[in-house]
């Protein structure tokens, strides 16, 4: 029963995708710039880490980051759709309110993963995926982590308004997400502080798991088991969805929402 | 209050809500609604603007919560079951909802996967609806680039693409030129003498509400007044005196002995008159000549009825 709209919504992102080629166009080039002009940058400073290459290490980073911006721009988009004819349709819907955050929840994985695959078939050609890449495993980490970065968005949107403070999201959640995680450097040698931030931040396991899958053979270190990734990126995903669907149903039933699609009470 | 839920006693109501209240904090949106609308009724709910209209229709589509009181669409309970009650209803907004940057089929494909509808079903729905509003060569069109009159068609046709058995129209002519209103009107018309949906309107434009076959005017959130369109109007009498004074306070002091109280907009005295005999009308003429500068004797109308109701004046006299 519920498939069917959840199908509609995933759809709509990918036509939406699809059709909006800058956006396919920088989630593409955003990352190469990090590889190659960050990564030999930076690589040409520390040399060789831990016996690899620094570009090397940097892979899984910039695999995630596509998932990380991928999954966050389609998942704030909700904000927009707050105000717009899309969720005027999704509301009157028969279906419980929880369901449209589930559905973008999904759509905006959905076009993470699409993303981080193009991404790697590029990577791939270029020689930086390795034929011991654990493809299984990859494709669970693709999975989960695009998850629980749409579960980031998720939450950013049910507690924003407006997108018109986009530079304040990109400032105060996307960034710090992304630079304090494993994406540039190992999480274990990180100071104190910073290493405990970057424990407690969910995208750092989504990256960790990158780098087992990836690993070509245990080159880069990691900083947790496999397990316990999956376990927090399946376990954060879960949560961020209860509590978005939860400020969700209040918006809906309690008045702000409608007024915002209606512009007007009477 | 008057003749409502015995009007149709047979017929099981489409439409009821029982005692209906919405409050924002101090403000009281909705104050005691009591609505019976019978399966089949092209209802009109009319009322000046800020008058509870469109928080009514949220409230009886599941879109916002009442805080006192019971809606209930056919024998489903909306506050307890609101996934079953949007099944039954269709919703047109005052604003679009359509996606912008999807394509005239794209959207209603979407909102037919909505509602659980099969694409192929979409497909053919959508085919005779937009045939209809001669919109058929239109689909591949994206929705930004259609007009605002095919704009607002193409949402009617959203709202209706799951065939549901109540129809909100939320002043769906809203901003179109006469030749759009014409059509969305023939269309609702064709829909329901085709499925004998129950249609719950809203509009400003009165003599759309004409056709109704009730109508029903709130003032602050209360019921003022309900019934025919033809039987509202007959209350106000038969003829409608309109004047035209520089002096308005002198022409009152002399008409209003005889006729009663007038309604003053600008310059423009209303005055109601009851007999079809209008020599009494025509000597009062000559007598205030020298006051008037128009003089006008007309039918009523819909859009008298509700400019007394809006004035807070009782339509019997």
Request: glycine share 8%.
């Amino acid at each position: 029963m519920i498939a069917r709209p959840i199908y509609a919504v995933l759809e709509r992102e990918v036509v939406r995708m699809l059709r909006q080629k800058t956006r396919l166009v920088s989630a593409m080039v955003r990352p190469l710039i990090w590889l190659f002009v960050i990564g030999t940058g930076f690589g040409t400073v520390i040399g060789e880490s831990r016996g690899i290459p620094y570009q090397t290490f940097l892979v899984p980073g910039v695999i995630g980051m596509t998932m990380l911006f991928g999954a966050m721009l389609a998942a704030l988009t909700t904000v927009y759709d707050k105000e717009s004819g899309v969720m005027r349709m999704m509301i009157i819907a028969p279906l419980p309110h929880f369901w449209i955050v589930i559905a973008k929840v999904l759509s905006a994985a959905l076009a993470a993963v699409l993303q981080a695959l193009l991404l790697m078939i590029l990577l791939a050609l270029l020689g930086y995926i390795g034929a011991k890449t654990d493809f299984v495993l990859l494709a669970v980490a693709l999975v989960f982590t695009s998850l629980a970065c749409a579960g980031i968005g998720m939450l950013t949107a049910s507690f924003t308004r407006t997108l018109d403070n986009f530079a304040a999201i990109m400032n105060f959640v996307i960034f710090p997400v992304f630079f304090l995680s494993g994406s540039l450097y190992p999480v274990q040698d990180l100071p104190e502080v910073l290493r405990w931030v970057a424990t407690i931040n969910p995208y750092t396991y989504g990256v960790d798991l990158l780098k087992h899958a990836t690993s070509n053979a245990g080159l880069i270190a990691t900083d947790f088991s496999r397990w316990t990734d999956i376990a927090v990126l399946v376990g954060f995903t879960l949560a961020a969805i209860a509590i978005s669907s939860w400020r969700f149903s209040r918006e809906t039933a309690y008045e702000p929402m409608i007024h915002v699609l209606t512009g007007k009470r009477s | 209050m008057i003749a409502t839920a015995i009007s149709d006693a047979a017929a099981p109501a489409a439409i009821s809500a029982a005692g209906l209240v919405k409050r924002y904090g101090s403000t009281t949106a909705v104050d005691g609604l009591d609505l019976q609308i019978p399966a089949g009724q092209f209802f009109g709910l009319l009322g000046p603007n800020g008058s509870g209209k469109t928080t009514t229709i949220h409230m009886l589509a599941t879109l916002v919560k009442p805080t006192e009181g019971r809606v209930r669409i056919g024998d489903i309970d909306v506050s307890q079951h609101p996934v079953q009650a949007r099944r039954q209803i269709g919703l047109v907004f005052q604003e679009s909802a359509l996606d912008r940057t999807l394509t005239v089929r794209e959207n209603l494909r979407f909102a037919g996967r909505l509602y659980n509808l099969s694409p192929a079903t979409s497909e053919q729905r959508s085919a005779q609806l937009l045939e209809l509003f001669d919109m058929a060569d239109r689909r591949d069109k994206p929705v930004a680039t259609l007009s605002g009159g095919m704009r607002r068609a193409l949402d009617i046709v959203r709202g209706v693409l799951h065939e549901p058995r109540v129809l909100f129209l939320d002043e769906p002519t809203i901003g179109l030129d006469l030749p759009n209103r014409r059509r969305i009107w023939r269309f609702i018309e064709h829909l329901r003498a085709r499925t004998g949906m129950t249609v719950l309107l809203t509009t400003h434009y009165l003599e759309e509400a004409y056709p109704c076959d009730r109508v029903c005017f709130i003032r602050k959130g209360k019921l003022v007044d309900e019934g025919q369109p033809q039987s509202l109007v007959a209350k106000l009498g038969r003829h409608i005196l309109e004047v035209e004074a520089n002096d308005l306070d002198a022409l009152r002091s002399q008409l209003e002995p005889d006729l009663g109280d007038c309604l003053v907009d600008g310059d423009i005295a209303f005055f109601r008159y009851a007999d079809e005999d209008l020599s009494t009308l025509t000597r009062m003429q000559t007598e205030t000549a020298r006051l008037t500068s128009a003089w006008r004797v007309r039918r009523p109308n819909l859009n008298d009825v509700f400019m007394w109701i809006s004035a807070g004046k009782e339509l019997n006299s």
